[in-house]
């Protein structure tokens, strides 16, 4: 099936510094990949849609400066939190749009845990 | 976003029984749903999905209902087990967005042996 990762899969920062987060789909190309924030107990929340070779359509309320994200290719994605603080910790999770037949699917990456000191 | 919630936010049976986990959605165009369970730590893993021209299909031990008339979706879990516990969210999405998918706010659910 579609294979989705993601790197790293948990990173513990510093304040003020950036991270950088890599989605990749590991054996299908996917031009629209979408990224998820998850706090603890709590559901998804769409952050972002990525498009390949085009900017990054954010959700209401995400900061667009604050959250990079960068689809350079049909197989990555990336985020970058900059100035990174406490508040953005959380589990971020990347996932790959693959056409199927009639329909898109999603598949997800396992996540990546950012911990923000 | 869409406002996709779940009823219930924990569910707790027994080992063998069946298991059902409801979901109410708001977006009357949404026309594609899927199921997902996520295991914690873990990224959500696809379980089933339905399109808006249904309203029931099945899996391996699991169905999906669907009621347009009052927007709802529930996950029926046949013979539930034990590595069934985890979370569950269903998730929607309509063609005005874009094929931008919504969560609910999950169920948890704990399997007891």
């Known amino acids: 099936g579609a294979v989705v990762s993601q790197h790293p899969s948990r990173v513990i920062c510093k304040s003020g510094t950036s991270v950088k987060i890599e989605c990749r789909s590991l054996?299908?190309?996917?031009?629209?990949m979408f990224w998820y924030r998850q706090f603890p107990k709590q559901s998804l929340m769409l952050m972002a849609t990525?498009?390949?070779?085009?900017?990054?359509?954010?959700e209401q309320g995400v900061e667009k400066d604050k959250f990079l994200i960068n689809h350079a290719s049909l197989t990555l994605s990336t985020l970058t939190v900059t100035s990174a603080h406490p508040e953005d910790s959380s589990f971020y999770i990347c996932?790959?749009?693959?056409?199927?037949?009639?329909?898109?699917?999603?598949?997800f990456g396992p996540g990546t845990r950012l911990t923000v000191l | 976003g869409e406002n996709v919630g779940l009823h219930l936010p924990t569910l707790s049976v027994q080992e063998g029984d069946n298991s059902i986990i409801n979901c109410a959605y708001s977006?009357?165009?949404?026309?594609?749903f899927i199921w997902y369970k996520q295991e914690s730590g873990k990224g959500p893993q696809f379980i089933i999905d339905?399109?808006?021209?249904?309203d029931k299909r099945q899996g391996q031990r699991v169905t999906v209902l669907l009621n347009k008339t009052v927007k709802h979706l529930s996950l029926q879990i046949a013979a539930t087990q034990p590595g069934d516990s985890a979370v569950y969210f269903c998730?929607?999405?309509?063609?005005?967005?874009?094929?931008?998918?919504?969560f609910g706010t999950g169920t948890s659910l704990t399997v007891i042996p």
């Open positions: 996932s790959a749009l693959l056409g199927l037949a009639d329909y898109n699917e999603q598949f």
């Open positions: 054996d299908f190309q996917a031009t629209t």
């Open positions: 990525s498009n390949e070779g085009s900017k990054a359509t954010y």
């Open positions: 977006n009357s165009a949404s026309d594609y």
């Open positions: 339905i399109r808006s021209n249904m």
């Open positions: 998730a929607e999405t309509s063609p005005n967005t874009g094929n931008q998918f919504y």
